[in-house]
């Protein structure tokens, strides 16, 4: 079954950190680009982070460039998304999502069902 399972929200106060996982399963993870968006309540989905298939490159979004950082294992068939720092704004659903490009087709898209991610004190 190809699926991407997100895990590691919660509520944290501000300045705390938390660190997402994303557990791939059902397709080749290493062939994928990755990719964190969230998105807030009546807003639309901004993506937050990417990384290469093989983890050589990665980019952040300006909002969060310097207190996230997004990581995978290949060997393990998961990405991670460590948050520190964070700030009421960084209140969201997170997902995860796989991309991979596929010749004379197109994208094709791959969607984790979210994590909750809350700020408060």
């Known amino acids: 079954q190809v699926q991407l399972v997100e895990s590691g929200g919660g509520l944290v106060q501000p300045g705390g950190s938390l660190r997402l996982s994303c557990a791939a399963s059902g397709f080749t993870f290493s062939n994928y680009a990755m990719k964190w968006y969230r998105q807030a309540p009546g807003k639309g989905r901004e993506l937050v982070a990417t990384i290469t298939e093989s983890g050589g490159v990665t980019n952040y979004a300006d909002s969060v460039r310097g207190r996230f950082t997004i990581s995978r294992d290949n060997a393990k068939n998961s990405v991670y998304l460590q948050m520190n720092s964070l700030k009421p704004e960084d209140t969201a659903v997170y997902y995860c999502?796989?991309?991979?490009?596929?010749?004379?087709?197109?994208?094709?898209?791959?969607w984790g069902q979210g994590t909750q991610v809350t700020v408060s004190s």
């Open positions: 999502n796989a991309l991979k490009m596929v010749p004379s087709q197109g994208p094709l898209e791959l």
